[in-house]
């Protein structure tokens, strides 16, 4: 792809801080208008790069590009036509929500009846018409997450970037908001965004690349990253023991690959029912069995690992 | 920069209320408790001026300093620790120095107002001898932001509030009370003394009290003006590396 048709270029991108590398060498390339996600645990470098995108943080080494400009020269200028949504609030909670939009509009220079209006239209947009009079503090985490995303499209941006934009939120309100950013996405948005929550990437991203210790370890859509990572089904066996391991033999070829965990051994197959049929005719029996499609989540804990990172 | 102001007006303008007490009421107290009180015991008042007369401009430019230090300490760091104002700023399309320079614009229109509320108490209390007093409004600014600059930088560079109280023990109450402001620094001792003519406070207190009095300020005066814009100028860009080393990481 060449540079000018994408909305973010990006080759062997590098973020330093003194002796810790977060960022070490990635090629991103988001093309205008398509919702791209950057998944991986925590501390994997989603939250740096997205900083460098952001142009707050200018990259160590390597070329980056946004909207066809250069980040370490151009900073105001790309932000102009940035929306940025971060992962904590930063509302100002002594302002009114109505007053968080009209003055952050003031930012971009945007004239004060101009902002009126469009505060009013995006009120609308993110359901809180009724709120506009009152102050953030005691609006609920999915009330103030909204009008963080209003505040990020005072601009009209091309492009928003949403770190982990429902992280903390409750199910109704998680819905809201990528029922929110779809709709973004299709009045020709591009959207950039961080999440460890898999489904939400299944929801939005069009395309996402997995990071991990800095680096990107696949990149590609949801769908051909589950058939190029996983296989097509997952069974799911627990087995009336302490012991799970102990079946690991007994289950030897019936699978493309098992693993083995604590409370219960996962076999990745492409038809499940036949495998569990295999299970039966070598008379195991599982106390549950569960047979269920493979997801994203399959395809993260597989390429990122099951340890926990802090 | 003149967006980031408004945005710190808009935001005035919900809690001033809260402030006008302060900016109102301590004038009133502290020109009856120290002019008034203290001047009564004072028989002959200080280099044949009455006391109230003499202690009036310092009294004005140690609001000044006094408000400048309320407005660079908690809330700068509140803006970088707890509400993180400044990083949503950074997101915009505003230079670093657009986003210090709004910021301590502000500073100095709440210095500003608190040393008008003061010079009108004054005035009332018919302790303003000469019309140069006029002169402590931009002398109550220039020596606002001599403090307010470097004690922002100070503030981007803690990361508890603890440290701020640290700085109000061992810097501001000692400034406040050996700068001549209540009395005169010749009294003092020959090292709080240099201590005095190093820190701001007794320059603007020293320019003011010329004003207040009608005295010409002479190449004295000069020199102080350019002490406190030395100050500012040093106390600014220690802010601004400073901010920049928070906001572009």
């Known amino acids: 792809m060449s540079p000018s048709s994408s909305s973010i270029h990006a080759r062997g991108l590098v973020k330093r801080f003194e002796s810790f590398t977060a960022v070490d060498g990635i090629d991103v390339d988001v093309r205008a208008g398509e919702a791209f996600g950057f998944l991986g645990p925590n501390g994997a470098g989603k939250s740096s790069t997205m900083r460098m995108i952001g142009c707050v943080s200018p990259p160590s080494e390597g070329v980056l590009e946004i909207l066809g400009m250069d980040p370490r020269r151009d900073g105001p200028a790309i932000r102009a036509r940035l929306g940025v949504c971060p992962q904590l609030d930063n509302l100002d909670a002594e302002l009114t929500v109505r007053e968080n939009l009209t003055t952050y509009a003031r930012f971009f220079g945007i004239p004060r009846k101009v902002a009126r209006a469009r505060a009013d239209e995006l009120l609308e947009f993110v359901q809180l018409t009724e709120r506009a009079g009152s102050l953030v503090d005691p609006l609920s985490g999915g009330m103030k997450r909204r009008l963080t995303i209003a505040r990020a499209l005072v601009n009209e941006p091309d492009i928003v970037l949403l770190d982990e934009p429902t992280t903390g939120l409750d199910p109704q309100a998680r819905h809201l908001v990528w029922e929110r950013l779809f709709r973004l996405k299709q009045q020709g948005v591009t959207l950039v965004l961080t999440t460890h929550y898999m489904d939400e990437a299944e929801q939005l991203c069009d395309r996402l690349v997995v990071m991990d210790g800095g680096r990107i370890v696949a990149e590609g859509s949801p769908r051909s990253l589950i058939e190029q990572f996983s296989t097509r089904e997952v069974v799911e066996l627990r087995f009336a023991t302490d012991d799970q391991g102990s079946y690991a033999d007994k289950l030897a070829g019936l699978a493309d690959r098992i693993e083995v965990l604590p409370d219960r051994i996962l076999l990745y197959v492409a038809d499940g029912d036949e495998a569990l049929a295999e299970v039966g005719r070598r008379s195991l029996e599982p106390a549950s069995a569960l047979v269920r499609r493979s997801s994203l989540e399959d395809v993260f804990l597989h390429l990122t690992g099951r340890t926990l990172v802090d | ?249």
């Open chain 2, 1 to 249: 920069m003149a967006y980031v102001l408004e945005y710190h007006l808009v935001h005035y303008r919900r809690t001033w209320r809260a402030s006008v007490l302060s900016t109102f009421v301590l004038p009133l107290l502290t020109l009856v408790g120290f002019g008034v009180g203290v001047g009564g015991y004072v028989d002959g008042g200080i280099d044949g001026v009455p006391y109230l007369e003499w202690v009036v401009p310092g009294l004005i430019a140690s609001t000044a300093v006094q408000t400048a230090i309320g407005e660079s300490t908690w809330p700068v760091l509140s803006y970088f620790e707890w509400l993180k104002v400044y990083f949503a700023q950074a997101a915009a399309p505003l230079r670093t120095s657009a986003i210090l320079g709004g910021h301590l614009a502000f500073m100095m229109f709440r210095v500003l107002l608190s040393v008008v509320a003061f010079a009108l108490v004054a005035a009332i209390f018919g302790a303003l001898a000469s019309p140069w007093a006029v002169a402590v409004l931009p002398i109550g600014v220039l020596t606002g932001f001599a403090v307010a600059a470097p004690v922002t930088a100070y503030s981007a560079s803690v990361s508890t509030d603890s440290y701020l109280a640290i700085l109000m023990r061992f810097a501001v109450l000692p400034m406040s009370l050996f700068s001549g402001v209540f009395f005169p620094v010749e009294t003092l001792h020959p090292v709080l003394r240099a201590v005095a003519y190093a820190l701001p406070l007794w320059h603007g207190v020293d320019l003011s009290r010329s004003a207040t009095l009608g005295l010409n300020p002479g190449w004295q005066g000069l020199g102080q003006l350019l002490y406190l814009l030395l100050w500012c100028a040093a106390g600014w860009f220690l802010a601004l590396r400073r901010f920049r080393r928070r906001l572009v990481v």
